[in-house]
């Protein structure tokens, strides 16, 4: 059972413009959500978070979205640039029924960006 | 500040083999976790602590993988004997604060 679903396994995007990266989930106990990027070869490296009380927050070129009734996130970053292509992991983590402090992961979206 | 890190980079390993992973955290987190993404899948949860005590377990697999965490320092997961199904990338990570994560670079474990 996927909680957290990101179904775009890729996404190609001009150097400049903006990239979409989103996300959905299916667990309405989820109050935190993350983005992680990943390169080849390392670990996952924390990009942004949002709570579920708020519906954005903004870090840079980077943005976070939640749309609680529809269960759906999306990281926007804008200028995208070539340091930007790696794999994009969306994770949320729950409240219920107890801090459940696991992060439950998407299955991640390459993201290439070209010249 | 030195981020997490894990040893072996990578591991090869014959079934029925015994493996173990080392995970060293950032120094002062108590919390640290080990999650696996096999065959690029999504990366999942197998367990978490709380210094030396396991918070949450509720991601091992089977009674094939052992997790410790001595003194609340560094934590070892040992497969015991190896399957083929165990191969995949092994990632641990640390926490201070209940949100936000660091992950280390992984182990690519590889049973043949």
């Known amino acids: 059972d996927q909680q957290v679903k990101q179904n775009s396994p890729s996404l190609s995007v001009q150097e400049g413009r903006i990239s979409i990266l989103n996300c959905d989930y299916t667990?309405?106990?989820?109050?935190?959500f993350l983005w992680y990027k990943k390169y080849p070869a390392e670990g996952p490296t924390f990009l942004i978070s949002i709570s579920s009380i708020k519906d954005k927050n903004e870090d840079g070129r980077f943005t976070v979205f939640l749309n609680k009734s529809a269960k759906h996130l999306s990281l926007h970053i804008v200028p995208s640039q070539p340091g930007d292509s790696a794999v994009y992991f969306c994770?949320?983590?729950?409240?219920?029924?107890?801090?459940?402090?696991?992060?439950?992961f998407g299955q991640g979206t390459r993201l290439t960006i070209n010249p | 500040e030195a981020g997490v890190t894990q040893f072996p980079s990578h591991s090869v390993i014959e079934k029925g083999q015994t493996v173990t992973l080392r995970c060293d955290p950032i120094s002062g987190h108590d919390n640290l976790y080990w999650y696996r993404r096999v065959m690029g899948k999504e990366i999942k949860f197998l367990l978490h602590f709380v210094k030396e005590s396991k918070q949450d377990e509720s991601g091992m697999p089977n009674n094939r993988f052992l997790a410790e965490r001595t003194g609340g320092t560094y934590s070892t997961l040992k497969v015991q004997p190896a399957e083929l199904e165990d191969s995949g990338v092994y990632f641990c990570?640390?926490?201070?604060?209940?949100?936000?994560?660091?992950f280390g670079p992984g182990t690519r474990l590889t049973v043949t």
């Open positions: 667990n309405s106990m989820f109050d935190y």
């Open positions: 994770a949320a983590s729950a409240f219920f029924p107890v801090r459940a402090q696991k992060l439950v």
């Open positions: 990570a640390s926490s201070q604060a209940i949100y936000e994560q660091y």
